[in-house]
C-alpha cells in the first residue's frame, strides 16, 4: 500500500496553507524568535487555510475551476502579500495588531513541571498517532464519497458547472446543493494532489486540521493559563475516543467545530482582554466556519451572542468589533450566498417551517427523543468523556464561590448549541431516528469543542495559586 | 525523542501493546476505496470508471431489490466516474453501468466491456 501519494499532497496542500498563514501572521509576529514563530504553527495553518479557501469558494462562483494552479497563484499571492505588508508597515502599526502576550506560563513548581511535561509529551504522541491512523484509513462516512469529495473533483475538474450543482436538468446534480464549498474545494485538491484517487486523504486532512487545533489552542492558551493545567486538558480532549473515530469517519462537522471553537476562543479573548490579533483571528475562524456547512452560520451567530451577552460589561469598542468580526465573516461568503439565492436553492432544513409555531406545535413528539439524544452524545463518558459535564460542574462552582454568573458563560455556550440541534430537528421533516441516528453523533461537536477549550480556564481559575508563575 | 520511538514502536507493532492503547493504532480501513455498507465490487467500479472518458455521460442500473447495494453502488459511481456526469435516464447516457442489473429500458449497445462479479460497462449508441 503506497503512501508516497498522500505524503506529496499534505506536504504541498498543506505546507501551503501553512506558508499563507504564516505570510498573513508575519506582520504581528515579526520581532518573535523562531520558537515563538514555530509555536504559532497550528494558529497559522487554520488562518491559512480559512483565507485561502474563502478566496478559492468566491473564485468558483466567478467561474473558475479551483485547480492546483489557481491554487498556487493565490497562495503565492497571498504570501507575497503577508510579506510586504510586515516589511513595509511601520513598527507603530505592526504593534497594534501584535498579540499582547506571547511568553508561556511557568510552573510554579518541580512537580507542576513534571505533570506539565508528560501531559505536553502525551499530546504529542496522540497527535502523531492520529496522524498515522489517518494515513491507513479509509472514511467511513457515506457523505464523504456521496458529495463531499466529488463535489471538490467536480470544482477542479469542471468548476461550479451547473448540470452538477443546480436541480432539475437530466443530469444527476449533487445533494445537499445548499452546502457551501470549502471543504469541498479543500478535499477536490487534496485528491488531485494525491495524483490517484485515494479516499484516505480524506481522513489524512482531518488529522491535519486537528493536530493544527491542538496546536493553535496550546498556544493561544499558553501565555493565559498554568501548563500544569493547560497540558492535561488538551490530552483529554486529544484521546477523546470519539475525536479519533470522527477523524476517521471523514465528516466535515469537526472542521465546522474546530473552527468555531477557535472563534468563541478568541472572540472571548478579545471582550476579554482588547488584543486586535485575537479579534483579527475571531474574524477569520469565522469566515472559515461560515463556509463549511449551513449550521454554520446560525452556531456563528448564537456563539456571538452569548459571548456578547457574557461580556457586557467590558464596552461599545470591543462589543462592536466581535460583531463587526462576524459581519466580515459573513461578507466573505456573500458570493455563494449570492449564487445560491439567484438560482433558488434553498436550505436543506426549511427556515419557514422551524420558525412556523403552528408547524412546530404539531410536531412536539420530536423534542423529547432529540434532547435524549443530543444530551446523550454530550455526556456520554464513551464519546468525549465527561468534558461537558465537568464544564457545567465546573461553573456552578465557580459561580457560586466567586457569586459571578460569568462562570456560566461556557456552559451557556454548550447550552445553546444544545437547544439550536433540538430547534433543528424538531423543525426537520426527515424520519426523527434516521436523521438522530445518523447524525446526532457529530451534530455536537462544535459544543464539546467549545466546552473542551474552556475547561482550562475553568479549572485553572478555581485551583489555588492562580499567579505564583 | 522518547515518545516519537513508543509512536513508532506502537505503529510498527500495535499487537505488543494494551488493547486500550492498540486501539489507537488501528487501521482495519487501510484502503483507497470507499467503505460502503454494502458489499460492492468496487474493483470493478474503478476498472469501468478507466473506461468512460471525461465528459461523458453515464447511466447506472441496479438491483431495486437493495436500496442500500443501489445508493451505494450510485454514489461512489459518482465519485470514480468524474469528471463524465451522470444522468437519470439511461436513453440519455453514452455509457450505461449495470451493477448485477439489466437495462430496464431497451439500449443499442455498441461495446460491451464484462468486468466481473456481475458488472458491466456498455458503450451506447445514441
Not at chain 1, 425 to 449: E, K, P
Given at each position: 500500500?503506497?503512501?508516497?501519494g498522500?505524503?506529496?499532497?499534505?506536504?504541498l496542500?498543506?505546507?501551503s496553507?501553512?506558508a499563507?498563514?504564516?505570510?498573513?501572521?508575519a506582520?504581528?509576529?515579526?520581532?518573535?524568535?523562531?520558537?515563538?514563530w514555530?509555536?504559532?504553527?497550528?494558529?497559522?495553518f487554520?488562518?491559512?487555510?480559512?483565507?485561502?479557501?474563502?478566496?478559492?469558494c468566491?473564485?468558483?462562483?466567478?467561474?473558475?475551476?479551483?485547480?492546483?494552479t489557481v491554487f498556487?497563484?493565490?497562495?503565492?499571492?497571498?504570501?507575497?502579500?503577508?510579506?510586504?505588508?510586515?516589511l513595509?508597515l511601520?513598527?507603530?502599526?505592526?504593534?497594534?495588531?501584535?498579540?499582547?502576550?506571547?511568553?508561556?506560563?511557568?510552573s510554579?513548581?518541580?512537580?507542576?513541571?513534571?505533570v506539565?511535561?508528560?501531559?505536553?509529551a502525551?499530546?504529542?504522541?496522540?497527535?502523531i498517532l492520529?496522524?498515522?491512523?489517518?494515513?491507513?484509513s479509509?472514511?467511513?462516512?457515506d457523505?464523504v464519497?456521496?458529495?463531499?469529495?466529488?463535489k471538490?473533483?467536480?470544482l477542479d475538474?469542471?468548476?461550479?458547472d451547473?448540470?452538477?450543482?443546480?436541480p432539475?436538468?437530466?443530469?444527476?446534480?449533487?445533494?445537499?446543493?445548499?452546502?457551501p464549498?470549502?471543504?469541498?474545494i479543500?478535499?477536490g485538491?487534496s485528491?488531485?494532489?494525491?495524483?490517484?484517487?485515494?479516499?484516505?486523504?480524506?481522513?489524512?486532512?482531518?488529522?491535519?486540521?486537528v493536530v493544527?487545533?491542538?496546536a493553535?489552542?496550546?498556544?493561544?492558551?499558553?501565555s493565559?493559563?498554568?501548563p500544569?493545567?493547560?497540558?492535561?486538558?488538551?490530552?483529554?480532549?486529544?484521546?477523546?475516543?470519539?475525536?479519533?473515530?470522527?477523524?476517521?469517519?471523514?465528516?466535515?462537522?469537526?472542521?465546522?467545530?474546530?473552527?468555531?471553537?477557535?472563534f468563541?476562543?478568541?472572540?472571548?479573548?478579545?471582550?476579554?482582554?482588547?488584543?486586535?490579533f485575537e479579534?483579527?483571528?475571531?474574524?477569520?475562524?469565522a469566515?472559515?466556519?461560515?463556509q463549511?456547512?449551513?449550521?454554520g452560520?446560525?452556531?456563528?451567530?448564537?456563539f456571538?451572542?452569548?459571548?456578547?451577552v457574557?461580556g457586557?460589561?467590558v464596552g461599545?469598542?470591543?462589543?462592536?468589533?466581535?460583531?463587526?468580526?462576524v459581519?466580515?465573516?459573513?461578507?466573505s461568503?456573500?458570493?455563494?450566498l449570492?449564487?445560491?439565492?439567484?438560482?433558488?436553492?434553498?436550505n436543506?432544513?426549511?427556515?419557514?417551517?422551524?420558525?412556523?409555531?403552528?408547524?412546530?406545535?404539531g410536531?412536539?413528539?420530536r423534542?423529547g427523543?432529540?434532547?435524549?439524544?443530543?444530551?446523550?452524545?454530550?455526556?456520554?463518558p464513551?464519546?468525549?468523556?465527561?468534558?461537558?459535564?465537568a464544564?457545567?460542574?465546573l461553573?456552578?462552582?465557580?459561580a457560586?464561590r466567586?457569586?459571578?454568573?460569568?462562570?456560566?458563560?461556557?456552559?451557556?455556550?454548550v447550552?445553546?448549541?444544545?437547544?439550536?440541534?433540538?430547534?433543528a430537528n424538531w423543525?426537520?421533516?426527515?424520519?426523527?431516528?434516521?436523521?438522530?441516528?445518523?447524525?446526532?453523533?457529530r451534530?455536537?461537536?462544535?459544543?464539546?469543542?467549545?466546552?473542551?477549550?474552556?475547561?482550562?480556564?475553568?479549572?485553572?481559575?478555581?485551583?489555588?495559586?492562580?499567579g505564583e508563575? | 525523542?522518547?515518545?516519537v520511538?513508543?509512536a513508532?514502536?506502537?505503529l510498527?507493532?500495535?499487537g505488543?501493546?494494551?488493547?486500550?492503547?492498540?486501539?489507537l493504532a488501528?487501521?482495519?480501513?487501510n484502503?483507497?476505496?470507499?467503505?460502503p455498507?454494502?458489499?460492492?465490487?468496487?474493483g470493478a467500479l474503478r476498472?469501468?470508471?478507466r473506461?468512460?472518458?471525461?465528459?461523458?455521460?453515464?447511466?447506472?442500473?441496479?438491483p431495486?431489490t437493495?436500496?442500500q447495494?443501489?445508493a451505494?453502488?450510485?454514489?461512489?459511481?459518482?465519485?470514480?466516474?468524474?469528471?463524465?456526469?451522470?444522468?437519470a435516464?439511461?436513453?440519455d447516457?453514452?455509457?450505461?453501468?449495470?451493477?448485477?442489473?439489466?437495462s430496464p429500458?431497451?439500449?443499442?449497445?455498441t461495446r460491451?466491456y464484462?468486468l466481473?462479479?456481475?458488472?458491466?460497462?456498455?458503450?451506447?449508441?445514441?
Amino acid at each position: 500500500m503506497s503512501y508516497r501519494g498522500l505524503l506529496e499532497a499534505a506536504v504541498l496542500l498543506d505546507g501551503s496553507l501553512l506558508a499563507v498563514g504564516y505570510a498573513l501572521l508575519a506582520t504581528p509576529l515579526r520581532g518573535q524568535p523562531l520558537l515563538g514563530w514555530v509555536s504559532y504553527s497550528g494558529v497559522a495553518f487554520l488562518a491559512g487555510a480559512s483565507v485561502v479557501g474563502v478566496i478559492l469558494c468566491g473564485l468558483a462562483v466567478a467561474g473558475l475551476r479551483i485547480d492546483p494552479t489557481v491554487f498556487a497563484v493565490v497562495a503565492a499571492l497571498l504570501v507575497v502579500a503577508g510579506v510586504v505588508a510586515a516589511l513595509a508597515l511601520p513598527r507603530a502599526a505592526r504593534a497594534r495588531v501584535a498579540p499582547a502576550s506571547t511568553r508561556p506560563l511557568r510552573s510554579a513548581t518541580p512537580a507542576a513541571s513534571v505533570v506539565a511535561a508528560a501531559a505536553c509529551a502525551g499530546v504529542a504522541a496522540v497527535g502523531i498517532l492520529l496522524l498515522a491512523d489517518a494515513f491507513r484509513s479509509s472514511p467511513t462516512l457515506d457523505d464523504v464519497w456521496g458529495f463531499w469529495l466529488p463535489k471538490g473533483i467536480a470544482l477542479d475538474r469542471l468548476g461550479l458547472d451547473p448540470r452538477l450543482f443546480l436541480p432539475g436538468g437530466s443530469y444527476l446534480a449533487f445533494d445537499h446543493l445548499d452546502y457551501p464549498l470549502w471543504w469541498s474545494i479543500m478535499l477536490g485538491l487534496s485528491e488531485r494532489l494525491t495524483g490517484s484517487l485515494d479516499l484516505r486523504v480524506v481522513d489524512v486532512e482531518l488529522g491535519v486540521f486537528v493536530v493544527a487545533m491542538l496546536a493553535a489552542a496550546a498556544r493561544l492558551l499558553a501565555s493565559r493559563i498554568r501548563p500544569a493545567v493547560l497540558w492535561p486538558c488538551l490530552l483529554l480532549l486529544a484521546v477523546a475516543p470519539e475525536l479519533h473515530r470522527q477523524v476517521l469517519g471523514g465528516g466535515a462537522d469537526l472542521v465546522l467545530a474546530i473552527y468555531l471553537a477557535l472563534f468563541v476562543l478568541c472572540g472571548a479573548l478579545w471582550l476579554a482582554e482588547g488584543g486586535l490579533f485575537e479579534l483579527a483571528l475571531a474574524a477569520v475562524f469565522a469566515a472559515a466556519a461560515v463556509q463549511i456547512k449551513t449550521e454554520g452560520p446560525p452556531q456563528l451567530l448564537l456563539f456571538a451572542a452569548v459571548l456578547s451577552v457574557a461580556g457586557w460589561r467590558v464596552g461599545r469598542r470591543r462589543q462592536l468589533g466581535l460583531w463587526l468580526g462576524v459581519a466580515a465573516a459573513f461578507a466573505s461568503a456573500l458570493p455563494f450566498l449570492v449564487w445560491r439565492q439567484a438560482h433558488g436553492l434553498r436550505n436543506d432544513i426549511s427556515l419557514s417551517h422551524a420558525l412556523d409555531p403552528s408547524f412546530l406545535a404539531g410536531r412536539t413528539d420530536r423534542v423529547g427523543p432529540a434532547a435524549r439524544a443530543l444530551g446523550h452524545q454530550l455526556v456520554n463518558p464513551h464519546n468525549w468523556f465527561l468534558v461537558v459535564p465537568a464544564v457545567i460542574a465546573l461553573g456552578v462552582i465557580g459561580a457560586v464561590r466567586d457569586r459571578r454568573l460569568l462562570w456560566l458563560a461556557p456552559a451557556a455556550l454548550v447550552g445553546v448549541g444544545y437547544a439550536f440541534w433540538i430547534w433543528a430537528n424538531w423543525g426537520d421533516t426527515m424520519d426523527l431516528h434516521f436523521r438522530l441516528s445518523t447524525s446526532a453523533y457529530r451534530i455536537v461537536d462544535a459544543s464539546v469543542l467549545v466546552a473542551a477549550l474552556a475547561l482550562p480556564f475553568l479549572v485553572d481559575r478555581l485551583l489555588p495559586g492562580r499567579g505564583e508563575g | 525523542m522518547a515518545v516519537v520511538a513508543v509512536a513508532l514502536a506502537l505503529l510498527a507493532v500495535p499487537g505488543r501493546f494494551p488493547g486500550p492503547i492498540r486501539q489507537l493504532a488501528q487501521h482495519s480501513l487501510n484502503t483507497p476505496d470507499p467503505v460502503p455498507t454494502a458489499q460492492i465490487d468496487v474493483g470493478a467500479l474503478r476498472r469501468a470508471a478507466r473506461l468512460v472518458p471525461a465528459g461523458a455521460t453515464y447511466g447506472v442500473v441496479v438491483p431495486s431489490t437493495d436500496p442500500q447495494l443501489a445508493a451505494d453502488v450510485r454514489s461512489i459511481a459518482r465519485v470514480l466516474f468524474l469528471p463524465a456526469l451522470g444522468v437519470a435516464d439511461p436513453s440519455d447516457a453514452d455509457w450505461l453501468l449495470r451493477y448485477q442489473a439489466a437495462s430496464p429500458v431497451p439500449v443499442q449497445v455498441t461495446r460491451r466491456y464484462e468486468l466481473g462479479n456481475g458488472v458491466v460497462l456498455e458503450r451506447l449508441r445514441r
